[in-house]
């Protein structure tokens, strides 16, 4: 079945750096494409950053631009999130997603930034 297993989270000081893997199985991950996700306490899933099939075409939302860079590897079916220069309001809890399978979320993993 799909599944998606995130890790590398944990608590970093302001202006540090953090690795996120994602773990994909169940599915064809090399013709997906795939997105990191992030959730603060008390409010709704944000989309973070997305990477088409062959790694090319890589979108970010405007607060993470020039700090976070996605990639992925094909034959690893793993995704991963370089997080650099984290600040307070990145502290959430991030999960990875494939569009074409929008009910299947893994347990995450929870990044804290103390400032």
């Known amino acids: 079945q799909v599944r998606f297993v995130e890790s590398g989270g944990g608590l970093v000081q302001s202006g540090g750096s953090l690795r996120l893997s994602c773990q994909a199985s169940?599915?064809?991950?090399?013709?997906?494409?795939m997105k990191w996700y992030r959730q603060a306490l008390g409010r709704e899933r944000e989309l973070v950053a997305t990477?088409?099939?062959?790694?090319?075409?890589?979108d970010y939302v405007p607060s993470v631009k020039g700090r976070f860079t996605i990639s992925r590897d094909n034959v690893k079916n793993t995704l991963y999130l370089q997080m650099d220069n984290l600040k307070p309001e990145d502290t959430a809890v991030y999960f990875c997603?494939?569009?074409?399978?929008?009910?299947?979320w893994g347990q995450g993993t929870q990044v804290t930034v103390s400032s």
């Open positions: 997603n494939a569009p074409r399978f929008p009910t299947y």
């Open positions: 169940g599915f064809s991950f090399e013709t997906s494409i």
């Open positions: 990477i088409s099939i062959n790694g090319r075409g890589i």
